[in-house]
Structures are given as C-alpha cells and as structure tokens.
DNA sequence: AATGAATGAGCTTTCATTCAT
DNA sequence: GATGAATGAAAGCTCATTCAT
C-alpha cells in the first residue's frame, strides 16, 4: 500500500518544503539526472523514509517541484500588467514584460531547461508545460487581437506560439551564454522583433 | 592500454559506422536516457568488446554523433543559398532558409532537444554545440550585415542570436507539438516576424 | 520500557480485536507477506502506534491470529460428536467429520496454507501448529483405538496421522483448485478411504 | 532492454549453475523469503551482475528451480514401474511407489513445501505446479483403471486426486518431524489405506 | 493512551565498462 | 581483431519499528 502522506501537523510540512527546497537546489545546480535521492534527503537533513512517505516516487517531486515553479513563473510574468497599455502596446511595454520573464525564469533556467527537455520523453512533465504553456499562450495571444488594427500578423495564434518559444529560449540562453552576451542586448533585440510586427511611423527605426 | 583504436581498415570503419548508425536510430527512437549499450551492438550487429575498441565510452559516442549530425544540419540549412538574394533578402528567402533548417531537423528533433538540454549539465556536449552556434550565428549575421541599410537592427550580434534562438525552438514545438497546430502556420509567422525587422513599404503588409 | 500492554479497560479490548480483524481479513486476502503493517492499521482504523503497543511486533500478531484460528478450526470440527456414533463409525460419520474440517477450513484456506508452509522457516509458528496437530491427531487415534476390533490398523498413531494429513492437504487442494473438480467428490472418496479401513460386508462396495 | 543470456560456452553454462547450486541450498536452509540475492551470488562465488545477466529476475530463477525439481521427482517417481504389476497392484508395489516418491522429495521438502504455499498467491508458481501435479495424477488414476475390478472406488479421478494428497503431503511431515515418528511407520500405513481400497482377502488382515 | 512523523537497513535491479579467451 | 562473460557501484524504493509529542 504505502499511501502518500499528506502533511497536516506543522512537523510534517516543514519536511516536505526541506525536501522540496533541497531537490529544487540539487536539481538546478547538478543536473537533475545527476542527482540521487540519497543526496536529495542529506541535502534536506531527512531520512529516505521520509522522503518516500511524502513522494510516491521521484517523478512525482519533479512534477510537483515543476508544477510550482511554472506557477510562480506564470504570475511573475503577467501580474503587473497594469501598467501596460493593452491595447497601444509600444516598445517599453514589450520590454517590460519581457524582463519579467526574464525575472522569472532567472531562478533556474537550468531546471527549466532539463525539464523542457523531458517533455519529449516524459508524457507527464508533457502535461504540466502543455497546460503553462497554453496559459502563457493564450495570453499573448489576447494582447495580439487587442493590437490588430495595427499588426502585420494574418495567423495570431501561430503568432502567440512563435513569440512565446522565442521568448522563452532567449532566456533559456542569455541566463546560459552567460558574461559572453549582455543579457540587455538580447532583451532589447527580442523586444525589437516584436515590437516591429506592430505597424508603426518610421521615425521609429532606433 | 586499450587506446582507443583508429579505424583505417574498410571493414573496421564499417563497424564504426554501423555502431554510430545503431546509436543514432535508438537515440532517436528511444531517448539518449533509454537506450544502453547493449541494446546499440545489438542493433548493430556487434560485441560489446568491439563497442569499446572504436569508442572510449558512451559519452565519446554520444559526442560523435552529434557533432555529424550538426555539421550535417549546417551544410543543409546553408548548401543552397544561391539561390538567395543575399543583400536584398525578401520573405520567400527567409522563408527558404527556415525550411531548410526544419529539413535539417526533421530526422531527429527528439535527439536534438534532448542533446540540446544537456548542454546544461554537461560542458562537452556544450562544447560541440557551441562552436556550430557560433557557425549558423555567424552566418545569420552575414546576412543581417548585408541588409543594413535596411534594417531596424542596432546590434546584429544579439539580433543574430535571437533570430537563431526563435527559429531553434520553433522547429522543436513545430516537431513536437505534432498535428496540433500546422508546421507551416508556424513557419510563415516566424518568417514574417523576422521579414519584419527590415524596412519595406506598407503594401507588405499580409 | 515500551512493554507491550494488555489490554484491560473495555476500549482496548475493542482496539486489539479491531487490528485482529484487520489483519486476518487482509491476510487472508492478499497474503500474508502482500499485507504491511499501515494497511493493517488503516484498515483497522487505528495508528500504528496503537498496533505496538498491543504487538510487540508483526509476528506476535501472526501468532495470536494463528493460535486464535486453529481453536475455532479445532471447535468446529470436534464439537457436535455427539451426533457420531463412536465406536460403530460408518460412512457418514466419516463425512460428518471431513464436512466439519471443510467448514472450518473455508473461512480462509489461504491464510491456513501460508502458515502451514512457515512451519518449515519459523520454529515458533511451528510450535503453534504441532500442539493443535497434536489434539487433532489425539482426537483421531481416540476414534481409530474406538474402532480397533474392526480396524485393518496396526498402528494408529501413524494411521492418525496418515488421516489427518491426508484430510488437511485434501481441503487445500479444494479450496484452491475450486470450480475445476467438485468439492463433494472429493469429499467422498477421501471419506471413502478412510472408511475402508474398516472391516465391513462386501456389499458395502459402493 | 538486457537480454537475458543463454549460455554457450562452458563457462557461462557453469556460472548458471553454480548460479542454481547456490540458490537451491540457500532455498532449502532458510527458506525461499529468507534468502537474498546477493547471498545467492556470494555463495556462488559470481557477482551479482552475472545472476541478472542469466535470469530476469528473482522469480524467474525460482521457476527454473522448481520446474527443474519437480521434473526430477516425477521422473524418480515413475521411472522404474517394470517392477509394478501394473494391473494386479499389491500392497508391495505400492510402498516400493510410496518409497519412490519419498526419495524424490527427500532432497528438499522445506523447498518443495514453501513453493507449494506460493501456489496460493502467486500464479506462475502455480501453473508450474498444476503441470506436473497433472502428471501424477494421470498416472495415478491409469494404474486405478488397471485396476477397475477389485476397486472400491466409484469417482477415479477424485480418489487419484485425494491419494496424491495424501502422499505429498505424508512426505512433507514425515520429512519434518523427524525423528519423532520413524518414516516407515508412517509409509506403512499409507500404504495400508491405498491398499485398502482394493478389494481382497480379508486373510490380508495386517 | 494514542498518534503518526521519522528512521534506515536492506532489498532488487540496471548498466557502463573491463579483460581473459 | 573480436568476443561476450563477468563485474560491482549505484540507483530507486519498501517497510517494520521507534519515539517525541
């Protein structure tokens, strides 16, 4: 049997936030194949009992360690977007919400990484980013339509889904390439791309 | 001892090949993680013994076939491009290179992305990846370069890298996402996003 | 310290019987080595503190269960002999018998074969069967020296035990080879067996 | 994937047995569930990668054991039944088969007694089982039919069941209790019921 | 008296790699 | 040159039992 613990007293979810926060470190920093559940319960100062009794098994931290991260990714992106003019979108705005990506996946970009990577071989990590991505997706795609009057875009949700993957590999390498490339002068590129599918005077041209 | 050996006899690169063949099909199929040793000479027809004559380890093989398989991604992506207007590029050559780099790709997206996640964890494999960057960056560039004139760029080395992340990752989702979303929606709103960073008159618009 | 309490207040009375029940349900249903310990106690609704405080460990519980199990076997067979003309034994007192080890044998067949098998690795389950062996094989000698005078036995210890083996390993086969061959047929030609060892008119070939 | 090998050279094929040897003993001393795999291995003198390079599993091992082991038994069982007088069957004949099957299961009743509790939870045990227990029974029931005219049995093929009961499971306590009742006493008087089921002179009165 | 979080020894199994033949 | 038997470190996971609360 062995059921998955659930934690009520304040004991227990203490451990299973250490378990987590020792994996998510391992993880980002070793690899997450280079990283062994015996290192994962030293790391958090717990017995393997412990951790099997809050796991089922090891994916199931993964996915639940990912499921939260793209949770914090999620809203880290699109929660100040007040001060966004939804629909006379210009450069700043763009840049704006671009640096928020890049704060958000600036934790770990090698977890995010790795994980991505799984999603070929692993139908479940699949389902977690199909749903994030969809939701990141959908909401690039709303501020398109909200722009059309001035795009040079005839297909938005192939749009949305190009942006998105632009996007998000651009962090993927600016956190990796590291010193060799100012991470600014990325930004402010990807944000030139996209900015100029939007129509706009030629004055413009920076 | 055990050097690793230098095939220069015809029937011991035949062997060679044929591991590399075996690994590269498996790897494909199955995933990197999936595939074991035994599985490979089995597939190819050849003891485990002969496996590590011609390679020093797993790893040594997994750089091989990469390294082949990107020098082979490069030369289709760029073999034909006189048939492009290199200082007067239009939508239907971006459109051409892109589909050459889908070509290119579509033998082994899975292996790809797969090598491509572990250049996070693993500096070898990030090495070999590295140098064809700077190779397809390069050339990207080059082009960017001759179209100056009339261009909404500012710095071509972050737009290169940009344009070369955006179309990587798109060929990755086109491959992945399968019959989701249609391979050529993506690619026409790729190439319009990067047709769009040059000037031209507004009758373009889609 | 951690002595292992007995149990004397009504309440704990109820807790014991409650992880008694549990077990032997569970055992008797998937096995006694595919039953752990949380699933006793949950199906027995207390903690598994509870349970070590009543057992001092798994075996202890197997044992009682066992002990408990082989009394009700031995009452169920043994009691309504009044019905049972002792020194004239026929046929259907012979089945009357046999029926009774049947039925106390059902409850759970499984449960009795995995502990009988035990015997042979663990001296204490051992102990526990050989005295309830011990009162069968009396009970059956007491018949068999009953019957003496018609009785082609010449030596009813071992004929006692050659029975009551014969009768236990019978039901076993019964009860697991279920529907294949009908339980009552074997019951007969086992009662049949036993019954022609005793002196009878040749009109009794049945 | 990790075929599992079938030896060819003589080496490999001692390993496996060696492999067998080990297990096979450690079965019988201290029981199928005491024993682990890396005992099995230490006292073959192979590494533990040998044992999976020649058995799938665990269980796989202790079917080839036991299928191996009961083909064995049947065969000293049965073997030498040119001294039997098939159809004319006397007291004699069947102790010389009842000693048959003595020795046959004299090398290791604790083994034999333990995979037969398996029976009960575990499918594949039991399916090795019922093939050979068929195998008996058939021929039990063919020297019945021999000897159709003087019996006093009325469902042959529930008393061939009901007889190899008996016998099997004498031979499993006569082999385990030892020294507390000799093993011919018991022999004897199983003998004595069997033949009790054929008609005779009632001068055979032992 | 009762709880259940925590423990960790111990289990089976995998697989890259070596080396005697 | 080629073979494949043998190796053993290392992984994921289970579960009876303890003990602080």
Known sequence: MSLVRTPKQQRSIQTKKRIIKAAFHLYAQKGIHGTNSKEIVAKAGVSIGSFYSYFKNKKTLLLEILDDYLDRTYLTVWKDMESVTINELDRNDIKFIIENVFKAYEIAPTFLMQTHALRYSDAD?????ERERNREVTQIRYLLENNKHRMRISDPEAAAIVIHNAVESVVHTAKFLGPKIDEMRLIN????????????GSQDKK
Not at 189 to 200: K, P, T, V
């Open 189 to 200: 590129e990807l944000a030139n791309m996209i900015y100029n599918l939007l129509l706009h």
């Open 125 to 129: 990590i699949n389902r977690v980013y």
